[in-house]
């Protein structure tokens, strides 16, 4: 049974970074594509980045492109998404998430319903 457990988030100022990580307990963390989602009050989830299962792709947003990145450790089964320079409007709920049926394929989706394993979300806080 896949679980996804975040870690990292807390409460910082504007223009500070946090790391947050994502483990898996699983087996098969080496086969998956994992993204990174955020979901603000009131508005959608909201894809962030995604990394191949290798870890030789990744993908953003060009809002945060120079400011967060995406990576992976397949030994540690862990993923890490590292904020710099954040902003108060970045606050929200961020959440890891691991699709294989199109790893598989070779695709990487932006569209949280692609997704198969959703992690249970961490707060990430930015006050002004």
């Known amino acids: 049974q896949v679980q996804l457990v975040e870690s990292g988030g807390g409460l910082v100022q504007a223009g500070d970074s946090l790391r947050l990580s994502c483990t898996d307990s699983?087996?098969?963390?080496?086969?998956?594509?994992m993204a990174w989602f955020r979901q603000a009050p009131g508005k959608e989830r909201e894809f962030v980045a995604a990394?191949?299962?290798?870890?030789?792709?990744?993908y953003g947003t060009d809002s945060l492109k120079g400011r967060f990145s995406i990576s992976r450790d397949n030994a540690k089964n862990t993923v890490y998404l590292q904020m710099n320079s954040l902003k108060p409007d970045e606050t929200a709920v961020y959440y890891c998430a691991e699709d294989l049926k199109n790893a598989i394929l070779g695709r990487i989706c932006r569209t949280s319903s692609e997704y198969d394993y959703w992690g249970q979300g961490t707060q990430v806080t930015v006050s002004s």
């Open positions: 990394i191949t299962w290798s870890g030789g792709s990744t």
């Open positions: 699983g087996r098969t963390f080496y086969r998956y594509t």
